[in-house]
């Protein structure tokens, strides 16, 4: 029987559009989540004003100008430490010289007793062809024991003063250990100061640059007429000084010819003439003091005055280039008068003295952390090495706030 065709109608396949699910979702998740950023996101931190920027780099080299100091006082310990060292070192050679000195003597002695043999005294007494002869090397023998125990004290003696600077030389080599610990620390704190200090003016636009620069004139400006006032005052006090120190010249000018006018004209001359110079001696001994620092202070002046134009370099003390007190020990290096290497010690030596008394060659002191020093040339004027980025200059003693100042000789 054929197989018959079959009469069912295909089924048609419907197409349905089924809308993306997944991805509208996560369209619409991430641009809530942007609008929720948006809305809660920090606003920008404020750029600071100049004015800000200039305290802090101020504040900045300052902090690297006391972090200098501190690098310079551990740079002077370290190299006194290390001659301390290097000395206690060369002793400790010499003296175990002395000791091995000692010991060949004692070996010698331990030999020759090894070689004699150690037989008692009685029976070498009777052993002997001579007894005469034998009491002559018994004192001989007497005379060698002493000077073996002698040997023996003295290799005792260099043995315990080698350990006690040997001792000594540990102790120091410790101590200059830790001064060199000091040292790498400060410099890294300066260089960091720096580092921060660069790292501001660095990102200042030339406008902001250019308004930095205003402020800096302008409170060198203010400085400088601080100066002019001081000048002015001090000028004022130096002529009064002046006028009355004439008046009470004359004044005993012409005390001395009245009291000289009774006993003649001779004898009245001989007499003016011995009271006007004692009365001028007087005179010349304040003046010879004044005169003998005067003579120091233009040395020390004359030799900052050639230092001008050289840059500040932090732990520099010359020829090419100074820190600030690394300037002033070698200005007055050269009037004579050794200063020690920091602000911090530079400020006890010598006297102190008001700011309105101040003569030229004075050391003036910055900031309460005692961190810069310059030297005074007068008219409220100085020359100091100021700071990284500049060079040995002069300028007015109220750039910076004063801490005291001193007269170092």
Not at 247 to 269: F, I, L, M, P, W
Request: charged share 30%; proline share 4%.
């Amino acid at each position: 029987m054929p197989v018959l065709a079959s009469h069912r109608k295909p089924r048609t396949k419907v197409r349905t559009t089924t809308p993306a699910v997944g991805f509208t979702t996560a369209a619409l998740a991430s641009v809530t989540l942007l609008s929720t950023q948006s809305a809660t996101a920090a606003p920008a931190e404020p750029k600071p004003a100049i004015e800000d920027v200039q305290k802090k780099v101020d504040e900045l080299y300052r902090q690297a100008g006391s972090a200098t100091q501190q690098y310079n006082r551990a740079k002077a310990a370290s190299t006194a430490q290390r001659t301390k060292v290097d000395t206690l070192l060369s002793d400790v050679a010499k003296r175990t010289e002395k000791i091995n000195e000692a010991r060949r003597e004692l070996g010698a002695f331990a030999a020759e007793q090894y070689r004699t043999g150690g037989i008692a005294p009685t029976a070498t007494f009777f052993l002997a062809d001579d007894p005469q002869a034998y009491f002559d090397q018994s004192r001989l023998m007497s005379r060698s024991t002493e000077r073996q125990q002698k040997a023996v004290d003295d290799f005792r003696t260099q043995q315990a003063a080698a350990s006690k600077k040997r001792a000594e030389a540990v102790q120091s080599l410790e101590s200059l250990t830790e001064t060199q610990t000091t040292l790498r620390s400060s410099k890294q704190k300066v260089q960091n100061k720096l580092t921060e200090a660069r790292s501001l003016l660095a990102k200042l636009t030339a406008e902001e640059k250019a308004r930095l620069a205003e402020l800096e004139r302008k409170k060198e400006a203010e400085a400088k007429e601080k100066a002019e006032r001081l000048a002015a005052r001090q000028a004022a006090e130096a002529k009064e000084r002046e006028e009355r120190e004439a008046a009470e010249k004359k004044a005993r000018e012409e005390a001395a010819k009245e009291s000289g006018g009774d006993s003649g004209s001779g004898s009245g001359s001989g007499t003016g003439t011995g009271t006007s110079p004692g009365s001028g001696t007087g005179t010349d001994t304040g003046t010879g003091t004044d005169g003998s620092y005067a003579s120091k202070a233009q040395k020390v002046l004359d030799f900052a005055r050639a230092q001008i134009g050289k840059p500040y370099v932090w732990g520099a003390s010359g020829p090419a280039s100074y820190d600030c007190s690394g300037l002033t020990q070698a200005a007055w290096r050269e009037a004579g008068v050794t200063l020690p290497r920091t602000t911090w010690d530079q400020v006890k030596v010598g006297t102190r003295v008001a700011t309105s008394d101040l003569q030229p060659g004075d050391l003036v002191f910055f900031y309460d952390d005692i961190s810069h020093v310059g030297i005074y040339k007068g008219d409220g004027m100085m020359i100091h090495a100021p700071k990284p980025g500049a060079n040995v200059r002069e300028e007015s003693i109220y750039y910076m706030p004063i801490y005291g100042s001193v007269r170092p000789a």
